[in-house]
């Protein structure tokens, strides 16, 4: 029988603090209504918080591999049977849930009418944020792939994540610039075609592969890792500080010399650009180092420990919340300033923290389709 993994709490606090990243990118959506925005508000709430949603990838493998080692045995149907319940079950009720609500609002049920509902569960187009859970079942379904890759990839681990991050960056490139305009001139007779491909971000899990071999090699190796961190470290915050300025002079750039608008900016200086993917790594993995190594008090340890603990709860309530907010803030007239935009921030997260915590208490039976537990 094969022992128990020590728990990591570093885990637990990146999973909130990229939660934090994704609650960011979507109120950075209702900060852009602003004709007068703030340029660097949004260089935080749209570019730094980019390495959220594929940092959630990163964990997610981790927390796979963590726990079940390539090395060890493997249960296909048990582990499906497992994710199911932890993410397809909520992944529909949430689904259906936020259809309800903007049907209700917008007095059309048609969303939920059979067809509709089919096309939006594939898709994840129910609420801007679900399509990340679709992406992740097409992971889990592919698990056998990834564990075989992982096992190669163990054998010669830096040549084959370079060699990897490369070819990322190569697929994102022409996904994200390239891509739809060839679909556009050769697919526009072909609806159905054509939308399967203009709806690739929203499933093509081809997108984040590297970052969660990288989530998956971490765990298999985390005392190696953790390691090289130390042993590197300056290098490592170097790497990341210049990670950093390289996405914010990309985003300066395209709007100084390019004359993009902010949302242009946007758009191109994304999760998915060369800069992007380099940023993400390494956000990621400095963000790991210093919750690994920097010393807390009990009451940080405390905060990032629930945060970390209801993420996912606050991941599947915090656009309801956004939305009640943004209404109320319509109904009074209130613009998005950046004082207006950081209080909206933060009543999101307090408001979809208490969510979960109410949900916790419902009766397993319920609850389970509700957080998948």
Same mark, same amino acid.
């Given at each position: 029988?094969?022992?128990?993994?020590?728990? %990591? $709490?570093?885990?637990?606090?990146?999973?909130?603090?990229?939660m934090?990243?994704?609650?960011?990118?979507h109120?950075?959506?209702?900060?852009?209504?602003?004709?007068?925005v703030?340029?660097?508000?949004?260089?935080?709430?749209?570019?730094?918080?980019?390495?959220?949603?594929?940092?959630?990838?990163?964990?997610?493998?981790?927390?796979l591999?963590?726990?079940?080692?390539?090395?060890?045995?493997?249960?296909?149907?048990?582990?499906?049977?497992?994710?199911?319940? #932890?993410?397809?079950? $909520?992944?529909?009720?949430?689904?259906?849930?936020?259809?309800l609500?903007t049907?209700?609002?917008?007095?059309?049920?048609?969303?939920?009418?059979?067809?509709?509902?089919?096309?939006? %569960?594939?898709?994840?187009?129910?609420?801007y944020?679900?399509?990340?859970?679709?992406?992740?079942?097409?992971?889990?379904?592919?698990?056998?792939?990834?564990?075989?890759?992982?096992?190669?990839?163990?054998?010669?681990?830096?040549?084959?994540?370079?060699?990897?991050? #490369?070819?990322?960056?190569?697929?994102?490139?022409?996904?994200?610039?390239?891509?739809?305009?060839?679909?556009?001139?050769?697919?526009?007779?072909?609806?159905?075609?054509?939308?399967?491909f203009?709806?690739?971000?929203n499933?093509? #899990?081809?997108?984040?592969?590297?970052i969660?071999?990288l989530?998956?090699?971490?765990?298999?190796?985390?005392?190696?890792?953790?390691?090289?961190?130390w042993?590197?470290r300056y290098?490592?915050?170097?790497?990341?500080?210049s990670?950093?300025?390289?996405m %914010?002079?990309?985003?300066?750039y395209?709007?100084?010399?390019?004359?993009?608008?902010?949302?242009?900016?946007?758009?191109?200086?994304?999760?998915?650009?060369?800069?992007?993917?380099?940023?993400t790594?390494?956000?990621?993995?400095?963000?790991?180092?210093?919750?690994?190594t920097? $010393?807390?008090?009990?009451t940080?340890?405390?905060?990032?420990s629930?945060?970390?603990d209801?993420?996912?709860?606050?991941?599947?309530?915090?656009?309801?919340?956004?939305?009640?907010?943004s209404? #109320?803030?319509?109904?009074?007239?209130?613009?998005?300033?950046?004082?207006?935009?950081?209080?909206m921030?933060?009543?999101?997260l307090?408001?979809?923290?208490?969510?979960?915590?109410?949900f916790?208490?419902?009766?397993?039976?319920?609850?389970?389709?509700?957080?998948?537990?």
């Amino acid at each position: 029988m094969a022992m128990k993994k020590a728990f %990591l $709490p570093e885990i637990t606090y990146m999973r909130g603090l990229c939660m934090l990243g994704v609650i960011g990118i979507h109120v950075g959506s209702y900060a852009l209504q602003n004709p007068f925005v703030n340029l660097e508000l949004i260089s935080v709430l749209e570019i730094l918080s980019r390495f959220g949603v594929p940092a959630f990838f990163f964990l997610s493998a981790f927390g796979l591999f963590y726990h079940t080692s390539v090395e060890g045995p493997f249960s296909y149907k048990e582990f499906m049977h497992r994710r199911i319940q #932890v993410v397809l079950f $909520p992944y529909i009720t949430w689904s259906i849930f936020y259809l309800l609500y903007t049907g209700v609002t917008a007095h059309n049920l048609g969303n939920l009418h059979p067809g509709p509902l089919a096309i939006n %569960l594939l898709f994840g187009t129910s609420m801007y944020h679900l399509y990340f859970m679709v992406i992740l079942l097409w992971f889990y379904v592919m698990m056998p792939l990834w564990r075989a890759m992982v096992k190669v990839i163990l054998k010669r681990p830096i040549f084959w994540m370079v060699l990897l991050f #490369v070819i990322q960056v190569g697929i994102d490139y022409v996904s994200s610039y390239m891509l739809g305009r060839w679909v556009t001139e050769n697919l526009s007779n072909q609806p159905v075609l054509k939308y399967l491909f203009d709806m690739r971000l929203n499933y093509w #899990v081809i997108h984040y592969v590297w970052i969660f071999l990288l989530g998956a090699v971490c765990a298999e190796r985390y005392e190696i890792v953790c390691e090289y961190m130390w042993r590197y470290r300056y290098l490592l915050g170097i790497s990341v500080v210049s990670s950093i300025l390289l996405m %914010l002079g990309s985003y300066y750039y395209v709007m100084d010399v390019w004359h993009y608008t902010v949302l242009e900016a946007i758009y191109t200086v994304h999760q998915m650009s060369p800069m992007g993917v380099l940023y993400t790594g390494l956000g990621t993995m400095f963000s790991l180092f210093l919750f690994q190594t920097l $010393p807390m008090n009990v009451t940080m340890e405390s905060i990032w420990s629930e945060i970390g603990d209801k993420s996912y709860g606050i991941y599947l309530t915090h656009p309801f919340w956004l939305l009640i907010i943004s209404a #109320v803030m319509a109904k009074y007239n209130l613009l998005y300033t950046v004082v207006n935009v950081l209080v909206m921030y933060a009543m999101a997260l307090a408001l979809s923290y208490l969510t979960t915590v109410g949900f916790n208490y419902l009766p397993k039976s319920i609850r389970k389709f509700v957080l998948g537990h």
